[in-house]
């Protein structure tokens, strides 16, 4: 039988997400499934060595979360909108594959605007197709060399994002 994203399916309340990461790294939230029996345990992550024996490896994924989620404005009617960055599709011309919201406002030759936190516009869109419901094709027009393109203006622009 095929893995569906549907079979992932779940009611997690809001409350139970960590906005940070606990003070003490050691002193997080672990979850135990023995596998055996089905038994659920709620641990800290330094009682992680319980459940290791000898010859068992663990594997440390130390990737970095990109930032995806812009806030800025409509061009001409200063309308707010959200853009969530899904895949950049050419680096050089600075093309992204969004999704944005409210969808019905954002049309192709709409400019979008992103501002650092003195209000000062830093980062400009231009939509240039339409590509889902909710999708769209960006191309960001900035004054960053192409190499600081995501790590400088994305990044002022991402600092603005309101507390969700």
């Known amino acids: 039988m095929r893995t569906k994203l549907s079979h992932f399916a779940f009611d997690l309340p809001k409350e139970l997400i960590a906005q940070y990461p606990a ?10 499934v023995h596998r055996d029996t089905g ?3 709620h641990r800290v992550f330094k009682d992680i060595l319980e459940y290791f024996q000898e010859g068992d490896a663990i594997i440390f994924n130390n990737t970095k979360v990109f ?4 806030y800025g404005r409509k061009e001409k009617t200063g309308a707010k909108i959200e853009v969530f960055l899904l895949r950049e599709l ?3 011309a600075r093309l992204w594959d969004v999704l944005v919201d409210p969808a019905r406002k954002i049309r192709v030759g709409n400019k979008l605007y992103f501002s650092d936190e003195k209000d000062n516009d830093i980062l400009v869109a231009e939509v240039v197709d339409n590509t889902t419901s909710r999708g769209r094709t960006i191309r960001f027009y900035t004054t960053a060399p192409k190499k600081n393109f995501r790590r400088n203006s994305m990044h002022w622009a991402i ?3 309101p507390n969700t």
């Open 67 to 70: 930032p995806a989620r812009l």
């Open 39 to 41: 038994k659920i345990e």
């Open 159 to 161: 600092r603005r994002c």
């Open 23 to 32: 003070s003490n790294r050691d002193e997080s939230r672990m979850m135990v």
């Open 90 to 92: 050419n680096h050089e």
